[in-house]
């Protein structure tokens, strides 16, 4: 994360003072590589318009320029640029205004090194969630316009459709198949262009199918648009929801040349069984037929899966000579387990069955229909058509459909805890800054100080909730890293334990440890006190008042080891699979408050310091987690 910001972010500082700038500069240049300074409006102006600046730190008071100014400026330019404003005096309402303005934070001076450095972080946090969800919808954009390009440019005629028949989209195929320009197809209904046979209450019936996983295949006598009968075969899946799409092929002319193949292939039965030689003699009669089919091959085979007639341009990808294969079986042209494949299918079609199978061969998707050739059971059809180009389309979409279903659900999931758990501490702070807005000089200053705490203990959970999901966006990016720091043990868990126990004074935590007072250890503060605090609020929040918790720290040869042990309600066993999942509640959880992050995020936390978070429940009696963390001294 170190070389995102030093790299990646541009930070500008703003005061008509030189020595301010200068000294914010000294402050946090140490941290963030990437600082510009503008001692005027005019050179703060020309830097967002010339430079990309990701963040402005700006004083309020600047001469041609005030902080609502600025930020009104940054919504005119259109940028993508966080504005943190500082000011020696800063009242309720020119805060207020700013924050409504887009500010992102708005510091008091002397301005506090570490809360400087703390609202700069937020907001590269903020950056790395924006352009993560940015490389995501770009990486959307080139699939669909990849989708795009094999969609116009496919072969086969493709459609895409309502459920009510109302065509959505159509390409150049399709059009070029019915005689229609795309506009006239789209004031058309599919149900009437593909099966004029069927009532529109039948088609949506079979549509049904759809839903449940299954496909359709139809194989259709229509009219184009001129009156001439076209048979097509259609082949129909679900896109999305209330959507279907169809790939329709032209198989006008491969029925006409399928009825001459009965014709030859009746001749030819009536000739093998008289002298077997014959039928590879006179293999000339029709070789210009089969040569020429199109876009696959078909296959004559009798009972002992040889190879009595075949042809097609496919055999130009399998770099094959249909010469060569008469009198071949199949076991001799294709591999085994496609040979095997063939053959139950063709045992089936030679009981009069019409079979169907796909499968992969030389790095190509191929269909095939194996059918009883003729009345007489001597003889079945191969006929076999390359659909990789329909492959490819179908997994473009498939792909597209999972990660519009993850950018949805993970926009959803984030919308709804900052929109829910932001509402009551936002509500309390509007409540309390209106109240002593109206208030008088005869108000209490203990009232007044009562409002004050309740603003201030409103903006720290605020800030949790947003620490909180900016450290699972960087855990789910794989950018989350330790933050090593020598420290001492004894005294940090004393410290977690009084902050608890301040909060919750009706709870006693019964602490035993086996630490000595002057050893230090290199350890992860931030993220070790998240995860301690998370599991003691938790044992508190699910026990009962004046149950002890009770809280352990030992060091085992190199490791150490928290446990936290409480007396509550447990975590039934059905749910404790489940337990680290993001927004996660146990079922007899949630009547209690929570977002359903802490544990995902203490998983996430112990992981990253190479760590192991483990627990045992058992519902109605309490839960121990254990922490083992490998350290060094």
């Given amino acids: 994360m170190e070389n995102e910001k030093s790299q990646n972010i541009k930070i500008l500082l703003v005061d008509t003072e030189p020595t301010i700038t200068d000294f914010l500069s000294d402050q946090i240049k140490p941290f963030y590589k990437n600082v510009d300074i503008a001692n005027s409006a005019s050179q703060l102006i020309d830097c967002l318009n010339n430079k990309q600046i990701d963040i402005v730190l700006s004083d309020y008071n600047l001469p041609d320029l005030n902080g609502e100014q600025l930020l009104l400026l940054v919504h005119q330019l259109s940028i993508d640029t966080a504005v943190i404003i500082f000011s020696g005096y800063r009242d309720v309402q020119t805060v207020i205004k700013c924050m409504n303005l887009g500010a992102t934070n708005f510091l008091e001076k002397p301005i506090d090194t570490m809360a400087l450095k703390m609202s700069i972080e937020k907001v590269i946090q903020n950056l790395i969630i924006k352009r993560k969800l940015k490389k995501t919808s770009d990486s959307l954009k080139r699939q669909e316009e990849q989708y795009k390009l094999l969609f116009d440019k496919a072969p086969d005629g493709i459609f895409i459709a309502d459920v009510s028949g109302k065509y959505l989209n159509v390409n150049a195929s399709f059009c070029r198949l019915f005689g229609y320009e795309k506009e006239e197809l789209m ?160 045992k089936a079609a030679f009981k009069g069955k019409k079979q169907q199978i796909e499968f992969e061969f030389k790095n190509r998707n191929w269909l095939t229909y194996i059918v009883l050739s003729s009345r007489n059971d001597q003889f079945v059809n191969m006929i076999i058509i390359d659909i990789t180009d329909r492959k490819q389309i179908e997994e473009i979409q498939k792909k597209n459909l999972i990660q519009e279903k993850e950018l949805s659900q993970l926009k959803s999931q984030i919308i709804n805890v900052i929109s829910h758990e932001m509402r009551t501490p936002l509500t309390s702070i509007v409540m309390a800054i209106s109240i002593l807005k109206d208030a008088n000089d005869n108000f209490l200053l203990t009232k007044k100080n009562k409002y004050f ?59 035993e440890n086996s630490l000595k007072g002057d050893e230090f250890y290199l350890l992860d503060f931030k993220l070790l006190k998240k995860v301690l605090q998370n599991l003691l609020s938790n044992a508190i929040k699910y026990s009962p008042i004046n149950k002890k918790i009770n809280f352990r720290v030992h060091q085992i040869e190199e490791w150490i080891e928290f446990q936290i042990q409480d007396w509550g309600i447990g975590i039934p066993k059905e749910d404790q699979n489940k337990l680290y999942e993001s927004f996660f509640r146990a079922k007899n959880a949630k009547n209690f408050q929570g977002q359903g992050l802490g544990l995902h995020i203490a998983k996430h936390a112990i992981n990253t310091l190479n760590g192991n978070l483990s627990f045992v429940s058992e519902e109605n009696k309490g839960t121990t987690f254990t922490i083992k963390i490998k350290i060094e001294l």
């Fill in 187 to 346: 004031q058309l209904n599919c149900f009437d262009t593909l099966f004029p046979q069927k009532e529109h209450s039948e088609i949506m019936g079979e549509l049904d199918r759809l839903f449940i996983g299954q496909n359709l295949s139809y194989e259709q006598s229509v009219l184009n648009k001129k009156g001439d009968l076209v048979v097509v075969e259609i082949n129909v899946n679900l896109v999305y929801r209330n959507r279907f799409q169809g790939f329709v092929r032209d198989i006008t002319k491969k029925k006409k040349e399928n009825e001459k193949l009965q014709d030859i292939t009746s001749e030819l039965k009536e000739k093998f069984t008289q002298r077997e030689l014959e039928v590879f003699e006179n293999q000339e009669r029709y070789r210009g037929l089969l040569d020429n089919f199109p876009e696959g091959i078909v296959v004559l085979l009798d009972k002992n899966f040889r190879y009595i007639a075949t042809g097609g341009s496919a055999y130009n990808l399998l770099n094959m000579e249909p010469v060569y294969l008469i009198g071949k079986t199949i076991y001799e042209i294709w591999p085994l387990e496609i040979s095997k494949l063939i053959e139950s299918y063709c």
């Fill in 453 to 511: 705490k309740t603003i201030e203990d409103s903006v720290k959970d605020l800030e949790e909730i947003t620490e909180n999901v900016i450290i699972i966006n960087k855990a789910e990016a794989n950018a989350l890293k330790p933050q090593m720091e020598k420290m001492n043990l004894l005294e940090f868990c004393h410290y977690i334990i009084e902050q608890i126990q301040n909060i919750n004074p009706d709870y006693s935590i019964e602490f």
